[in-house]
């Protein structure tokens, strides 16, 4: 029994080697692909679907760790061992089309049925986009916008349907919101030492009419004014300066922040662990008509430029952007598409507030785009950390930060 | 021939293969890696070269533009304040401990071996525990502080510039004190019982007994203990990761999360290597200080 068990599964074992021979055609190109995400994500589900279409491409997918991506990916580039398909984080998409690490997309994309730079959201298309050519194709995008608790609004003699709209409005509502006896801050937010700090700090900073360039310019020292009276003012925790975003707004879904600044993934979360009326706004601008603007986040996809196969990597691209249509539906991401409308959930509440989120959408902005990113970023870091612990003056915080990033971005 | 091989079997060249080996050990993992260290602290590296040996040389560049930073002072200085409060810390309350599971109460030895529960635990769980200990405004330490009456309002230990660098001692302390216990426990194990037999007839007292026979026959445990913990605090870095990440602004960084945060979150690999050799400079000044506090010592 033992022996005729062992012959049939060495024979399955035989036929399957000689099936999977069969179906890898020897003509067969085979590409790699890198990406963090997980099975319940993007990347691996839809080359799933782009290897069953048997079109002569095979794609081999790799998972990495959000903290392995950068590192790993320019590795394997400068020891000739890069994938040919990579996700990468936006802001550090223009340190690798700098070097030329990433190829040069512009002719294809041009030529491109599928893939079209004017269906895109004007932020996420920066954000590929290096000495005005293309180096990629935005894989999906998010920003961040205000969610307020509606009953603590009632609670407080606000109405509801109107958020704050400006800044000192903002203020405003936090401050008639706050109520410490009851262990509720008007708001919550982060300032951490990290991307995130700078992530959701650049938004108001380029409200006020400020790039990165110039980040010690007049509506950057307001905006970080701004800022610093929030938690000087206790209407938001001093632990804002170490919290993270998803760890913030946790404080908001249990009722100890009456609002939150963050983006779509917090959604879900809200939607079971909130036990109380939300709404969203988009972020207050500075005054009333002053230029909206956001943060953008997620991912883009690129090719290697030492793809021995451009154009089959390209073709796998423009298979995986025909999708975007489905992207949220399937996998709770917003695709970097204006020309696709966010199909309805059936639940009001989450489709409205998508619809925040798309708009605000319109406005967002990538970080940089600059090679020396991260730099940039942790000069901006300092700044605000600098100035909200009071141990530098707004202005001054952010001069030195201007400083800084003059001399590291030339 | 055969007289290489008898010597290898049984000589010269047996003694040659017995340091050989460790010493080729220690040179590939251990040698080549801090050289290659050196060599990168006085390089411009970036993530494109770094795969290559041959980069731009930039002489002391990275040491000049590093001490010109206005970081740079405060974070070495949080680094021995870390070191020298999460040794003492860990020292005391861990000493303490072993000497009070030593009176030898039923059951000692066996809630002593509980104690390492708190050292098996990886550094992440733990900070992310004592990141909830320590939050500001739902904090259980605050809770404690405030209902004995001894604060009056909510610290927040993470976010508050004065009080980050004690927050992750604190769990520093905590993660420490049990590794140190047990080695001064067995330190303590090994004193011989007739050395107190004979002080007690002589009339010394408790105090007397510990000045004059623990303290002294425990100072190579103490030297060993020290030393170690100075590597491991010099090491310790999951907790920074966990609980402040360094902020706020700097207050709590020191060197190890620093070269970190250089090298990986900036990709400025040289200046991650430049704090790495100033970390070996202190590491082997003070490996110097303990072999020679521990050369002469008197034994038994």
Redesign the interface.
């Known amino acids: 029994m033992g022996i005729r068990r062992t012959m049939i599964s060495v024979a399955l074992a035989l036929a399957s080697v000689s099936f999977a021979g069969i179906s890898a055609r020897a003509e067969d190109v085979k590409l790699v692909l890198w990406s963090l995400d997980r099975d319940i994500q993007p990347a691996p589900n839809l080359i799933k679907e782009f290897n069953a279409q048997n079109n002569g491409i095979q794609i081999e997918y790799r998972q990495l760790q959000f903290d392995d991506v950068v590192s790993e990916a320019m590795r394997a580039y400068s020891t000739g061992k890069a994938p040919d398909i990579i996700a990468i984080d936006n802001p550090n998409h223009a340190m690798f089309a700098s070097r030329k690490a990433f190829l040069d997309l512009t002719d294809m994309i041009l030529q491109s049925k599928v893939i079209k730079p004017e269906n895109y959201f004007p932020g996420p298309l920066k954000s590929v986009m290096w000495d005005n050519k293309y180096y990629g194709v935005p894989k999906a995008t998010n920003t961040i916008a205000l969610y307020y608790n509606k009953d603590l609004f009632k609670a407080a003699g606000l109405d509801p349907e109107k958020p704050p709209q400006t800044w000192t409005d903002l203020v405003a509502t936090a401050k008639k919101l706050t109520n410490p006896s009851k262990n509720i801050y008007g708001i919550t937010f982060s300032a951490k030492a990290n991307e995130e700090g700078t992530f959701q700090f650049l938004p108001w900073a380029q409200m006020g009419g400020a790039t990165y360039k110039s980040i010690n310019s007049e509506g950057a020292v307001n905006a970080l004014t701004t800022w610093k009276q929030m938690l000087d003012e206790k209407l938001a925790s001093p632990d804002t300066l170490t919290r993270s975003q998803w760890d913030s707004t946790a404080t908001f879904n249990a009722g100890n922040a009456a609002m939150a600044i963050s983006g779509p993934w917090e959604i879900d979360r809200m939607l079971s662990d909130a036990k109380f009326q939300w709404g969203t706004a988009l972020l207050p601008v500075p005054s009333e008509g002053a230029q909206r603007s956001s943060a953008m986040g997620d991912f883009n996809w690129a090719i290697f430029s030492s793809t021995k196969h451009p154009k089959e990597a390209f073709k796998a691209l423009e298979f995986f952007a025909s999708k975007d249509a489905t992207m949220y539906k399937n996998f709770g991401q917003l695709p970097a598409r204006s020309d696709i409308p966010v199909p309805p959930t059936g639940n009001a509440l989450k489709d409205s507030a998508l619809k925040t989120f798309v708009e605000q959408l319109k406005y967002a902005q990538p970080r940089g785009p600059s090679p020396e990113w991260p730099k940039i970023s942790k000069a901006i870091q300092d700044a605000i950390q600098a100035a909200l612990t009071g141990q530098m003056a707004p202005k001054a915080a952010l001069d030195q930060a201007a400083a800084k990033i003059k001399s590291i971005d030339g | 021939m055969k007289r290489v091989f008898s010597s290898v079997t049984d000589g010269r060249g047996f003694d040659l293969v017995l340091v050989g080996v460790p010493f080729t050990f220690l040179l590939a993992l251990a040698g080549l890696p801090l050289l290659y260290n050196i060599l990168m602290s006085f390089q411009e590296v970036d993530?494109?070269?770094?795969?290559?040996v041959i980069r731009p040389f930039v002489g002391f560049k990275n040491y000049v533009d590093l001490f010109t930073e206005?970081?740079t002072i405060s974070i070495l200085k949080n680094t021995v304040i870390f070191v020298v409060g999460s040794i003492a810390g860990q020292f005391l309350v861990g000493f303490s401990l072993a000497l009070f599971f030593w009176i030898n109460f039923p059951g000692a030895s066996w809630l002593r071996g509980l104690f390492l529960v708190s050292w098996v635990m990886p550094g992440l769980v733990v900070g992310a525990i004592w990141n909830w200990i320590l939050?500001?405004?739902?904090g259980v330490l605050n809770f404690l502080l405030q209902q004995t009456g001894l604060v009056g309002g909510n610290i927040?230990w993470?976010?508050?510039?004065n009080f980050?660098l004690w927050a992750v001692i604190l769990a520093n302390i905590w993660l420490g004190t049990s590794f140190n216990m047990i080695l001064l426990a067995t330190g303590l194990a090994a004193i011989p019982a007739d050395l107190y037999e004979a002080a007690e007839m002589d009339g010394a007292n408790a105090w007397q007994r510990f000045w004059t026979i623990t303290l002294p026959m425990m100072r190579s445990t103490i030297g060993a203990i020290i030393a170690l913990g100075l590597i491991f605090t010099l090491q310790q870095f999951d907790l920074f990761a966990a609980?402040?990440?360094?902020?706020?602004?700097?207050?709590s960084n020191v060197a190890q999360y620093w070269a970190w945060?250089l090298s990986?979150?900036?990709?400025?690999f040289g200046k991650g290597a430049t704090i790495s050799v100033i970390m070996t400079v202190f590491v082997m000044f003070a490996a110097t200080v303990y072999v020679r506090s521990t050369r002469h010592e008197v034994r038994g």
């Open positions: 993530m494109f070269s770094l795969a290559s206005p970081e939050s500001g405004d739902f927040f993470r976010s508050d510039p980050s609980i402040t990440d360094g902020g706020p602004n700097n207050s945060d990986f979150r900036q990709y400025d």
